[in-house]
Every structure is written in structure tokens, then in C-alpha cells.
């Protein structure tokens, strides 16, 4: 299967606000830095399904390679709770993508989500969301021995990468 089962009692109302992409082997953050998600809620669809406002923040390089602030926005309506078909807004009308929360940290300040293949042929892979654009290296460990525990993420959890933030962390997160 594509996309795996959501964490169990998920509540979706607490996935509201923004994340930081912390850790990620999904080829859409791979050329991006400054990375941030911000969900916010909209009105249900007209059969009850939760709706989401998917805002995707980032610095991308342009066609002569400077950074650029970029954003992405997307409409995701949940197939379950923790599970979203995401589909694009404007000239990305046509893009959809499948995610889901399959980790969460039990206050929510981090997840570890998992984005199917798009149908427009980006990679599927996990990222490690954070409510801070910092976490310890002890945090994030703790985060990663789940992630290599879980039945679907453990085989699919290399070539990870942390993309650049506005911080400067202390040292690099040690990944391996």
C-alpha cells in the first residue's frame, strides 16, 4: 500500500497551525530551505469530511539560482482522521497528493508524516514535522528509533536530510 495506517487517535484539530520541517527524505524539500507547513481549517465538505488549508512556506532557488521566498497552497480534505487527499490551487490545480500523520508526538509538538507518490511524479517519502525550528539532538533520536520501529516507515526511512532553517543550529543533526 502507498500510504500507510494514521496514527491511532489522532486528533486532527491539534494538526492545526504551523510545522517545521525538520528531517525529511521526500524529494519536494530536497533543493528547498526555510521550510514550514501551516494548516489551518476550513468549512467541512458538504459530506462532513474535515477540510484543510495546506500553506507550503519555503526558499527555492530561481532560474538564475538565488533564493526565493516561495508558497505553495493546497486544499486537503481528510480521507479519515490523519489521512488528507491533497489537491493544488491555481496553476497546480490538476496536482494531487496523498498524506498521511503517521506518527505523533502526544502533546503534538512533532510528527512524522508520509507523502504518497504525487501524480505528477514526486518520490514518495516521510519528514519529521516540529512545532520549533529546533529540537535536540536527544529529541530527535528519540523521534528516529520510532520511525526505524515502525512496520511501514522502517524500511522506507534512508537518505534522510535536514533541510537549512532560519536557525543556525549548534552542530548538524546526526542522521545514521
Do not use: K
Request: a positive charge.
Amino acid at each position: 500500500m502507498d500510504v500507510p495506517e494514521p496514527a491511532t487517535e489522532i486528533d486532527p484539530g491539534r494538526l492545526l497551525g504551523a510545522w517545521y520541517v525538520l528531517v525529511s527524505n521526500y524529494g519536494f524539500w530536497r533543493r528547498r530551505a526555510h521550510a514550514r507547513i501551516d494548516y489551518d481549517a476550513l468549512a467541512p465538505t458538504q459530506g462532513g469530511c474535515a477540510r484543510v488549508l495546506e500553506a507550503r512556506r519555503f526558499r527555492a532557488p530561481d532560474l538564475l539560482g538565488r533564493p526565493r521566498a516561495r508558497l505553495l497552497v493546497q486544499t486537503g480534505v481528510a480521507e479519515r482522521p490523519g489521512t488528507f487527499c491533497s489537491r493544488g490551487t491555481g496553476s497546480r490545480l490538476l496536482s494531487t497528493l496523498r498524506f498521511t500523520v503517521v506518527l505523533v508526538d502526544p502533546s503534538y509538538q512533532w510528527t512524522v508524516t508520509w507523502y504518497a507518490r504525487s501524480n505528477f511524479g514526486a518520490p514518495p517519502g516521510l519528514s519529521i514535522h516540529t512545532r520549533d525550528p529546533w529540537i535536540s539532538q536527544a529529541r530527535l533520536d528519540q523521534i528516529l528509533t520510532q520511525v526505524r520501529a515502525h512496520p511501514f516507515l522502517r524500511e522506507r526511512c534512508g537518505d534522510l536530510f535536514a533541510p537549512e532553517q532560519h536557525w543556525i543550529p549548534p552542530q548538524p543533526f546526526q542522521l545514521d
